[in-house]
């Protein structure tokens, strides 16, 4: 009897911590409206491209548009999932798109990276 109470215990905590897990990104306000943030308020970005939940950012686009990274023990949990890159690192994705930064904002809430190319675009709610 103590066996099954002791694995209920585990099993209910470990519910809980998974989830109360933070979610990778944030929401913040910008000039463009409300948008998904890093960590630090860094606008995030998709990119058209991207085909399904595989990310075509690479090389030098990796270099210009940072990949969210994910840790290897992350896991999928609502709108939120992860796509394995090219190089085998993980990188979230958000109802299906993979997220970036962008090297030229310099602040938290900027949004210069907002139709660069006509192919990349603020990540919204």
Not at 40 to 57: K, Q, V
Not at 84 to 100: C, F, H, I, N, S
Request: charged share 20%; hydrophobic share 40%; proline share 7%.
């Amino acid at each position: 009897m103590k066996r099954v109470v002791l694995a209920s215990a585990i099993g209910l905590a470990a519910s809980l911590a998974l989830a109360q897990a933070p979610e990778p990104a944030k929401v913040a306000d910008t000039a463009k409206g409300k948008v998904l943030a890093d960590a630090r308020g860094m606008t995030l970005y998709t990119f058209d491209r991207d085909i399904g939940e595989a990310s075509n950012c690479t090389g030098q686009c990796a270099q210009n548009w940072p990949p969210l990274l994910a840790p290897a023990d992350a896991r999928p949990s609502g709108n939120w999932t992860i796509v394995t890159r090219q190089d085998g690192g993980k990188q979230w994705a958000y109802k299906g798109k993979p997220l970036y930064g962008w090297a030229k904002d310099g602040k938290p809430g900027d949004t210069t990276g907002d139709g660069v190319n006509n192919v990349w675009h603020v990540a919204t709610p």
